[in-house]
């Protein structure tokens, strides 16, 4: 143990030298005290001479020190004894001006341990000698920081002698971290303690902050907010009732005269005051507040002052009207407001109706009484205007008027406090509504709004029997059809939102009434070539069908009606001489049961599973049969919708499910075994397909197969891609993996083809990769250096080879495997090659970019972010390549491998070297592929936007 002499001399080094940087001097005595006396109370006579110095310069150092040891101690450290000698060595140095702001400093760590005796000498202490004004703002925070942390310890019966000296030392703090704290205190004050007799001296030191108009400096090291300060402000000023009678004119006068911005601040500060103010208060100061509210309703300065406003007059009327009884007598500002907006309603072709009608729906949300009281008042008021000979050119506003007061009766079961009993608001009404409604679907000038009407009223829940609904339908249904035969579709989008409302309750009238409608305008065989009107309709009744249709009852409707219509299409007379326009309506007609489907799986509709078992095998028999016999189905648009459909289906199947699918898909397309994939009506087990090669591949993999036969391996991907990983593809994997790229290679003719081949192999491989084992070492051994860097054969086969060997590179990156940059760094050694160098530079791109092949809806491997980490890794090496001149070809391969990857890469994997990309960016433009210099130019504009959003 040290002597203390030696303590002694160690405290005396360390305060002399206190001045000087060294953030380890409080831990060294921490250290030092504890193999010493090992109490704090120790340091304290060790710094006896320099606490007590004459020398200023000194005693401030000694106390600072002190203050700084004190902060860094654990509070276990600090015993009852020793805060009670701190806290009076500390407030008793708050007397002299040297050893104030070490003094405040040392105080600062005790409040959360300190007893209450202990709190009110520091309160008396600081009240007694600090002056705010003599001191920096940094040191009044200090001040703030002690008081707050001292409220929860000081006794309410001593918080008579601390609310008026504190309103002293607050008042005038400009600082607006010391506003936070300063907000924080007020709000105990207001909240905890009785303030009732310094209430206005409170609201002093308050209300001059209102409303706030602090910006922020840049680059604020605290980084506080305005709206940091308005909310801590608006919790004050709603922290007590006694603030109203201060409060009210304030809001007054800032509502009369403030920029749009005070006005929202303001109205934002009633909405939460309101209420905490309470009824009695407010029925005194009612009327001036309407007056204001109004004002800012029926001439606001923008929608979001006019929102605030609306918002405010409902919690201003449900606050005054909370405890009124629930019977029909509704009195005062309800009552009066009520009666002055039915008043404007007279001519509700005026611009204030809107206002008027706003205001009367906000009251459907405030109290059961008053929404009753509204509803008896404008309902009856606006239907007889309607029924007035001498109004109507005014029935169209009339409607209107009522379709927003129908929706607010809805919303307001939702929201506000319920009825006395569970029937709707308006069943009252509800006979007199919907006749109103029915007559004004009859004139075109109403229709749209007794549209937007009927949209409310079915969407009301319990409202409508389910004659009503069919009424309602069939009603609407007159106004669907004439959209069609007048060729006028302005109403068409409010039908079908009126139609899709009905088919989430009432699903079965919009398929007995609306769907045969809308199948009409769909022919059997395409129109011919001079009906365009014809071809129109079944383009929108398609695109109605499809918007229509995603309830279950009513998609099974569409897919049995339709079904007949494909094969007629396909397969028809017309479909001999002329492919072109059946081939147009066949993808038109396909394309309308993608989109429903394509919703249906995102609502996650368990019906979809349900047509792996007959639309899939009928569009795969379709398929095949056209391919054998032509016709329009063999048309490559066309089999590309049928392939997104199955994907979307089989998608949606459970992993049992998926394997019986899979058991039949692979053998039909590798072994020949085609029937069993397919329905019996198009293709049966006693076709006889064309002889297999040598290879002995299935249809389309077959080196005799037609164009069209071979299209279908676009089909066999559709199947493949969305393949759970627990879907075992065969007891030998890597035999079944090699057999699809040797025959896809080898027989895959078109683009689109290849593609197929290689996305299933990609995909296969990020899902299997553990059982690839040897399938993966031959292509990195052998199939690169015989098929891609060295091959004997023709450019063409080794760009194949080059898209395989990409998509096997994305496979295994998406899933972040360790042989995907293996894999990847392999073509870097061919971009010297003038056949491959620059589709291998372009291939970074496509390795990057994100598909619709690889994602988790289809069951693959996705690690997260995995495209910025590979970017991030391999744009050093690239841009690297793109600066070195030594090798021209080099360089500009690399340069277009750089361009690729950062077009297909979120921004942020590359901003950070932005600088440096731009000169290559720049020289990339001269490069003659109109492609790429698109890129650059797209890259270009998105960094550009980008960094003007962050200014």
């Not at 150092?61 to 902060?71: E, H, M, R, Y």
């Not at 392939?643 to 020949?672: K, N, T």
């Not at 790229?741 to 081949?757: C, D, F, P």
């Not at 295994?812 to 995907?820: G, I, Q, S, Y």
């Amino acid at each position: 143990m040290s002597s203390p002499s030696t303590s002694d001399a160690s405290v005396e080094r360390l305060v002399t030298t206190h001045a000087q940087p060294c953030a380890k001097k409080p831990s060294i005595l921490i250290s030092l005290l504890e193999v010493s006396e090992g109490r704090l109370l120790g340091v304290v006579k060790a710094l006896g001479p320099y606490l007590t110095s004459e020398q200023d310069d000194l005693r401030t150092k000694g106390v600072d020190f002190l203050a700084t040891v004190i902060g860094r101690c654990p509070e276990k450290t600090l015993n009852r004894q020793a805060v009670k000698v701190l806290t009076a060595f500390f407030c008793d140095k708050l007397d002299d001006t040297e050893t104030i702001v070490p003094g405040l400093k040392g105080l600062l760590p005790l409040p959360p341990i300190c007893a209450s005796s202990d709190a009110l000498v520091i309160i008396k202490a600081i009240f007694a000698h600090v002056n705010m004004r003599a001191l920096v703002q940094s040191v009044r925070f200090f001040v703030f920081s002690i008081i707050e942390g001292l409220l929860s310890t000081i006794e309410k019966s001593m918080m008579g002698e601390f609310i008026v000296p504190y309103i002293r030392l607050a008042e005038g703090e400009k600082d607006p971290r010391n506003l936070l704290l300063a907000f924080a205190i007020a709000r105990v004050i207001l909240t905890e303690f009785d303030p009732t007799d310094n209430i206005e001296a409170l609201s002093n030191i308050i209300f001059c902050y209102f409303p706030i108009t602090f910006r922020p400096p840049p680059n604020d090291p605290y980084g506080i907010t305005s709206d940091d300060l308005r909310v801590a402000l608006r919790r004050c000023i709603s922290a007590n009732a006694g603030f109203g009678p201060f409060a009210v004119p304030i809001f007054l006068e800032k509502l009369a005269a403030g920029s749009p911005a005070i006005k929202r601040d303001t109205l934002q500060t009633m909405t939460e005051c309101i209420p905490v103010y309470g009824a009695v208060f407010l029925r005194t100061s009612a009327r001036k507040l309407w007056n204001a509210l109004k004002l800012e309703i029926f001439q606001p300065t923008d929608n979001l002052t006019e929102a605030a406003a609306l918002s405010t007059t409902q919690i201003l009327v449900t606050t005054i009207h909370a405890g009124d009884s629930q019977d029909e007598d509704v009195q005062g500002l309800a009552r009066d407001a009520c009666e002055e907006c039915i008043g404007i309603l007279r001519e509700p072709e005026k611009s204030q109706a809107k206002p008027a009608i706003k205001i009367l729906c906000a009251f459907m949300a405030t109290t059961p009484s008053i929404a009753r009281y509204t509803l008896s008042n404008v309902v009856p008021h606006l239907l007889k205007l309607y029924a007035d000979p001498k109004e109507v050119p005014s029935r169209q506003p009339v409607l209107l008027l009522l379709s927003d007061v129908i929706a607010a009766a809805r919303d307001s079961g939702k929201d506000a406090e319920p009825m006395s009993d569970d029937s709707p608001a308006l069943l009252s009404y509800k006979d007199e509504v919907l006749g109103a409604l029915i007559s004004g679907l009859a004139t075109p000038s109403t229709t749209s709004a007794a549209l937007a009407g009927l949209t409310g009223l079915v969407s009301t829940p319990a409202l409508l029997s389910d004659e009503e609904f069919g009424f309602v339908v069939l009603k609407v249904n007159e106004v669907l059809k004439a959209c069609y035969e007048e060729e006028n579709m302005d109403n068409s989008n409010s039908v079908l939102k009126l139609l899709m409302t009905i088919s989430t309750t009432s699903p079965v009238h919009v398929r007995n009434q609306t769907l045969p409608l809308l199948l009409q305008f769909l022919p059997a065989t395409a129109p011919a070539k001079d009906a365009a009107v014809a071809r129109a309709r079944y383009q929108q009744a398609l695109e109605a069908l499809s918007t229509l249709c995603g309830p279950p009852v009513l998609f099974q409707t569409f897919v049995t009606e339709v079904s007949p219509r494909l094969v007629s299409i396909a397969f028809g007379s017309a479909a001999d001489s002329d492919s072109e326009l059946p081939a147009a309506y066949l993808h038109a007609i396909l394309t309308a049961l993608k989109r429903v489907l394509s919703g249906k799986v995102d609502d996650g509709h368990e019906d979809v599973a349900g047509y792996a078992d007959t639309l899939v095998p009928a569009l795969y028999g379709i398929s095949v049969r056209a391919a054998l016999q032509g016709g329009p189905a063999t048309e490559p648009r066309v089999v590309g919708v049928v392939g997104e459909i199955i994907r979307l289906i089989i998608q949606s199947l459970a992993p049992p499910r998926q394997q019986a699918f899979a058991d039949v898909l692979f053998p039909a397309f590798l072994e020949e075994k085609i029937a069993p994939l397919c329905s019996p009506e198009h293709v049966s087990a006693s076709y006889r397909f064309l002889p297999c090669t040598p290879l002995h591949g299935g249809l389309a993999f077959q080196s005799d197969a037609t164009p069209s036969e071979r299209n279908l391996l676009v089909l066999f991907e559709a199947g493949v891609v969305p393949l759970h990983p627990t879907v075992t593809i065969d007891s030998d994997i890597n035999a079944r993996l090699e057999k699809i790229l040797l025959q896809g290679v080898a027989h895959a003719e078109t683009e689109r083809q290849i593609e197929a081949v290689a996305r299933v192999i990609g995909s296969i491989v990020n899902k299997h990769v553990d059982e690839l084992g040897p399938f993966l070492e031959l292509r990195r051994t052998v199939y690169w250096s015989v098929h891609i860097r060295e091959p004997a054969g023709y450019p063409e086969a080794r760009l194949k080879a080059l898209r395989i060997w990409t998509w096997i590179c994305k496979g295994l990156l998406v899933r972040n495997h360790p042989l995907a940059l293996q894999f990847i760094y392999n073509l870097f050694d061919v971009f010297e090659n003038a056949d491959i160098g620059t589709h291998a530079a372009k291939a970074f791109g496509d390795i990057a970019a994100s598909d619709s092949v690889l994602t988790k809806r289809n069951s693959a491997v996705v690690k997260f972010l995995w495209s910025q980490k590979f970017a991030t890794g391999i744009l050093p090496r690239l841009m690297a390549g793109a600066k070195d001149k030594s090798n021209s070809i080099l360089q500009r391969a690399n340069l277009i491998a750089l361009t690729a990857l950062i077009k297909s890469v979120p921004n942020t994997a590359y901003a950070h070297e932005m600088s440096q990309l731009m000169p290559l960016l720049m020289r990339a433009l001269d490069i003659p592929d109109l492609q790429i210099r698109a890129d650059v130019i797209e890259t270009l504009l998105a960094a550009a936007a980008e960094q003007k959003s962050t200014h």
